[in-house]
């Protein structure tokens, strides 16, 4: 008997371990991303205008690898106000963006080219 309730409490034990592993990893902070791999994320494109007010930017860019989206005129949000800095139309910058579901997109680093 007591060889079962010991076999038993190791079997919990051990089915308690494996189903707490994935829960972990679904609540694990993502690692930031490398200064490389944002680089190879940045898409060119043209200002075509600066909405401060409401934290916008219209773009005329190339494709968006990582979103997967041809080249086209849109405008996305910006995750930071500051990112618009002194652009201004007729600008030519590379950016990077994120998807934020629902039709959202978001420029999360935007620099002018030289």
Known sequence: MKNIRALLASALLVLAAGLA???QAQTAPRPAASSAV????MTEAEVRK???EYRKITLKHGAI???D???MTMVFEVADPALLGSLKKGDKVK???VDE?????KVTAIQPLK
């Open 21 to 23: 592993a994935p829960l």
């Open 38 to 41: 944002a680089a190879a994320t």
């Open 50 to 52: 600066v909405d401060r």
């Open 65 to 67: 690898k990582n979103l």
């Open 69 to 71: 989206m041809p080249p």
């Open 95 to 97: 950016f990077a963006a």
């Open 101 to 105: 579901g629902g039709g959202r997109l």
